[in-house]
C-alpha cells in the first residue's frame, strides 16, 4: 500500500523559513519522480515542485523559484521541501505527490501558514 506521510508545517512570519517532509513507504521510492503540491483556502491544487529519481532534474512553478529547493534522500525514503523567504500567499496545504502507473498518490498534507 502507497503510503505518504507530510510534516514540518506550521506558523511562521513573513521571510521566515520551514523545511517539510514527506516520508514514503509501499513501493520503490528510488525509481519514481516524486513533487510537491498545495492548496490554498478555496483554492484548486497548485503544482509545486517536483524531483526525478537521480536527484539531476527539479523543476519549481515559477511562484516559488529561487525560494524553494526540493531534494530527495533515496536511502530514507523522504522527499523534502526547504522553503524559504515564506510570503503569505504560500499559505496552503502542501502535499507530497507521486503518480505510479497513472494513479495519483497524495498524503494527508501538512498546513503552512504564513501569517504576521
Known amino acids: 500500500e502507497v503510503q505518504l506521510v507530510e510534516s514540518g508545517g506550521g506558523l511562521v512570519q513573513p521571510g521566515r523559513s520551514l523545511r517539510l517532509s514527506c516520508a514514503a513507504s509501499?513501493?520503490?521510492?528510488?525509481?519514481?519522480?516524486i513533487g510537491w503540491v498545495r492548496q490554498a483556502p478555496g483554492q484548486g491544487l497548485e503544482w509545486v515542485s517536483l524531483?526525478?529519481?537521480?536527484?539531476?532534474?527539479?523543476k519549481y512553478a515559477d511562484s516559488v523559484k529561487g525560494r524553494f529547493t526540493i531534494s530527495r534522500d533515496n536511502a530514507k525514503n523522504t522527499l523534502y521541501l526547504q522553503m524559504n523567504s515564506l510570503k503569505p500567499e504560500d499559505t496552503a496545504v502542501y502535499y507530497c505527490?507521486?503518480?505510479?502507473?497513472?494513479?495519483?498518490?497524495w498524503g494527508q498534507g501538512t498546513q503552512v501558514t504564513v501569517s504576521s
Open positions: 524531483i526525478d529519481s537521480t536527484e539531476r532534474i527539479t
Open positions: 509501499g513501493f520503490t521510492f528510488s525509481t519514481y519522480v
Open positions: 505527490n507521486i503518480r505510479i502507473w497513472g494513479v495519483d498518490y
